[in-house]
């Protein structure tokens, strides 16, 4: 049988706006959070499409994501941030939204 996933939670939209994309930006130096979220999309949330024999990403949207899809997209944000910025992202239990 095929389980129903819901969409990302409000809490888990909310975590990522007021928390995960703030703290990016601070580390990025930059304040625009459509643009924080655009490059995250395109690092860590697309696929691969060939494109005039050439393969390039493609992001996708993170609001079609479900719960779990969009924790294992938030996943790979935080080892992202760590590996880049030494950035520790807390868990959404860690800190209050």
């Known amino acids: 049988p095929v389980r129903h996933r ?3 939670s409000p809490n888990q939209n909310r975590f990522y706006w007021g928390v995960v994309i703030p703290l990016i930006g ?5 304040d625009d959070p459509e643009a924080i979220h ?3 999309k395109h690092e860590h949330n697309y696929y691969m499409a060939t494109i005039g024999g050439n393969e390039i990403r ?3 949207s993170t ?3 479900n719960t779990v899809d ?3 997209y938030l996943e790979r ?3 992202w941030a760590v590996e880049f910025f030494t950035l520790n992202i807390p868990l ?4 209050a939204v």
């Open 63 to 65: 609001a079609d994501l």
């Open 26 to 30: 601070q580390a990025m130096g930059e």
């Open 92 to 95: 959404p239990n860690e800190v």
């Open 77 to 79: 944000v935080r080892r």
């Open 70 to 72: 969009f924790e294992a």
């Open 6 to 8: 819901k969409n990302r």
């Open 38 to 40: 655009g490059m995250l």
């Open 58 to 60: 493609v992001p996708m």
